[in-house]
């Protein structure tokens, strides 16, 4: 008797839906067969994610649109990091059986499998078809959920008016620097780079990350494995690649390798080929401690890059201390400044967070200046959210959310200068070619 499943994210979070291709393929290997609509499954599967508080609400949302969406003998099984982070958010909705980030192989007995979860390779492609993102259906649920919210807490009191102007007026701001939350290279090209894991976890212990609680310390999938991945998708003819991790500047600090040496092999193997790697989550600890050896790769293979990402958070030092991100602004500064000089035309971009406890005027001037001179090719910038078991949610000193959203708001407009319409359109079109292929 056939056996269907259906599997969704309620996020674009590569890693989580490189997950959710493994768990497809793993059922595939197994005798399911993906279906797109819930009510036909026997399995549902619904990756979530808890980066902040809409995403943690996003998840919430979803899993009850698909509880009301499947047949009384489906069984449900949430994945993804809300279970880890959050998993109060889930026990509102009913009991389900859970699997983390490091604990897939869970599955094996969920199914009773006889292929088993570690003995089916990782993906390097994700199909759409197969793994579903529905950003629009997620709008339209937020949306219903705080018009709900909205309405109930208008009953009880005027106040809530007050705040959802505030975030009628946040809404507003945000749309004047839309052109700063386009990322060139992945607006329309997600679904079709070749992906390379290259590690899962993380080093650090930054203080308001909670990610780390479901991905976990660092493991380093071996230098040959990864080196075989890239040939693979190179005699495949495919032009972009991805390499997938949360953190990749360590990498291989479990394994006595290091990241410097499989980049060096990878730009090796790729010899004349006509390729390009996207690096992500380059943390600017590994950046610095690296920087002489990485300038010499970068300069020797600078057309063989797409864009390299350095979250960096903040650019005030006494926030990155409160942070525990173990390196200067002025380290960074220097480091960076060099490269751009060295190679003017390498995309750099980063992450910044607005609003961290405790962030003074002076600090928040910093990250704008930081900003200013630096010129990102694209930043992700977020506003500061307390997030469950984090130290830096027991902090004092925090900053009231209209201050949040309008200094979130400035570093914003400040991007948006630095990366010119034109610019943006311009690496989107180049990105696209490149994907011509597919």
């Known amino acids: 008797m056939a056996k269907f499943f259906f599997i969704c994210s309620t996020s674009p979070c590569l890693e989580r839906r490189l997950d959710c291709q493994k768990i497809s393929d793993y059922l595939i290997a197994n005798n399911w067969h993906p279906v797109k609509n819930s009510t036909r499954a026997d399995l549902i599967i619904i990756s979530t994610c808890s980066f902040g508080k809409l995403e943690d609400a996003a998840s919430v949302e979803l899993v009850r649109y698909y509880l009301k969406r499947k047949s009384n003998f ?210 600017a600890r590994w950046f610095i401690k690296y920087y002489d050896q990485l300038k010499e790769l970068f300069i020797n293979n600078k057309d063989k890059i797409l864009y390299i990402q350095i979250p960096v958070q903040s650019g005030s030092n006494r926030v990155l201390q409160l942070m525990n991100r173990h390196y200067s602004v002025e380290d960074l500064n220097s480091c960076l400044r060099d490269l751009k000089s060295a190679i003017p035309s390498l995309n750099i971009t980063t992450d910044m967070i607005a609003g961290f406890p405790g962030e003074t005027e002076s600090d928040f001037r910093d990250s704008l200046d930081f900003l200013k001179k630096n010129k990102f090719s694209y930043a992700d910038i977020f506003g500061y959210e307390d997030r469950p078991d984090t130290l830096a949610n027991k902090m004092g000193n925090k900053i009231p959310q209209e201050i949040i959203e309008q200094r979130r708001t400035g570093l914003m407009r400040v991007q948006s200068k630095n990366s010119s319409s034109k610019s943006i359109f311009k690496k989107i079109a180049e990105v696209s070619k490149c994907m011509d292929h597919l």
């Open 74 to 283: 489906a069984k449900v099984i949430i994945a993804g990091c809300t279970p880890t982070i959050n998993p109060d958010r889930l026990n509102q909705l009913g009991q389900f059986s859970t699997i983390s980030p490091v604990s897939l192989n869970k599955l094996d007995e969920i199914i009773k499998a006889e292929s088993k979860f570690d003995g089916v390779a990782e993906p390097n492609r994700i199909s759409f078809s197969e793994v579903l993102y529905k950003p629009l259906l997620k709008g339209l649920l937020l949306t219903k959920s705080s018009l709900r919210n909205f309405t109930f807490q208008t009953k009880l009191k005027a106040s809530p008016i007050k705040k959802y102007m505030q975030e009628g007026l946040n809404f507003i701001n945000s749309a004047i620097s839309l052109k700063s939350r386009i990322h060139p290279f992945l607006v329309c090209n997600r679904d079709k780079f070749f992906y390379i894991r290259v590690s899962r976890g993380c080093l650090g212990n930054c203080s308001y990350c909670a990610k780390k609680f479901a991905t976990g310390v660092l493991v380093s999938s071996p230098q040959e494995e990864v080196v075989n991945a890239f040939k693979k998708g190179l005699a495949a003819d495919y032009h972009m690649f991805f390499l997938l991790s949360e953190d990749i500047g360590c990498y291989g600090a479990d394994t006595g390798t290091g990241v410097t040496g499989l980049l060096k092999t990878l730009f090796q193997e790729g010899g004349r080929n006509n390729f390009k790697i996207a690096i992500s989550n380059f943390n």
